[in-house]
T-cell receptor, first 110, second 114 residues
Framework: GENVEQHPSTLSVQEGDSAVIKCTYS??????FPWYKQELGKGPQLIID?????GEKKDQRIAVTLNKTAKHFSLHITETQPEDSAVYFC?????????FGKGTLLTVNP | NAGVMQNPRHLVRRRGQEARLRCSPM?????VYWYRQLPEEGLKFMVY????????ESGMPKERFSAEFPKEGPSILRIQQVVRGDSAAYFC????????????FGPGTRLLVL
């Protein structure tokens, strides 16, 4: 089955800096890669997703890149703000079953 | 503009009791997925249901766990004879239809087994 590795497990940045979270996956059939943000005590909230027919997607301060050959994808957050502090999860899927990474705790220091 | 709804939000059970977790998908969504999240872990797929059908239950433990999504009413995840290892957050997600539609998650039910 699919296996998703996510790094780093914790990330601390200063407000205004950029943050990058990286994930690798094992199943070459995976073709859908969402990113979720989870705040304490809440459910995961989709922030951006990418499908395998594109290499990059951007939505305001958030961007995701995908390298299918290397089987890795990354989340980029620019101009970070304290409200970006949360746990971020990457996931991969070839059908309906999302396989998640273990998460990255992002802390944005004011 | 109601999202995915889950209740209860917190549930405390003693070992051996039954736990029933409910999930109402977003309006217009007919596909429901259940995931379990252990402390400091990612979410793990349990089961995928459509109305009155279990499509894939490959992530469900073989014993004590069951799920349903009846024609009317919410989806139910049922855990019989709970054990301490069942303590986790259980999340439900829904999507409108065909495979690979974006999954929207509910707030989760945090189950604590004493």
């Amino acid at each position: 089955g699919e296996n998703v590795e996510q790094h780093p497990s914790t990330l601390s940045v200063q407000e205004g800096d950029s943050a990058v979270i990286k994930c690798t996956y094992s199943d070459s059939a995976s073709n859908y890669f969402p990113w979720y943000k989870q705040e304490l005590g809440k459910g995961p909230q989709l922030i951006i997703d990418i499908r395998s027919n594109v290499g990059e997607k951007k939505d305001q301060r958030i961007a995701v890149t995908l390298n299918k050959t290397a089987k890795h994808f990354s989340l980029h957050i620019t101009e970070t703000q304290p409200e970006d502090s949360a746990v971020y999860f990457c996931a991969a899927s070839s059908n309906y079953k999302l396989t998640f990474g273990k998460g990255t705790l992002l802390t944005v220091n004011p | 503009n109601a999202g995915v709804m889950q209740n209860p939000r917190h549930l405390v059970r003693r070992r051996g009791q039954e736990a029933r977790l409910r999930c109402s998908p977003m309006k217009g969504h007919s596909h429901v997925y259940w995931y379990r999240q252990l402390p400091e872990e990612g979410l793990k797929f349990m089961v995928y249901l459509q109305k009155e059908n279990i499509i894939d239950e490959s992530g469900m433990p073989k014993e004590r766990f069951s799920a349903e999504f009846p024609k009317e009413g919410p989806s139910i995840l049922r855990i019989q004879q709970v054990v301490r290892g069942d303590s986790a957050a259980y999340f439900c997600a829904s999507s409108p239809g065909r495979q690979q539609e974006t999954q929207y998650f509910g707030p989760g039910t945090r189950l604590l087994v004493l």
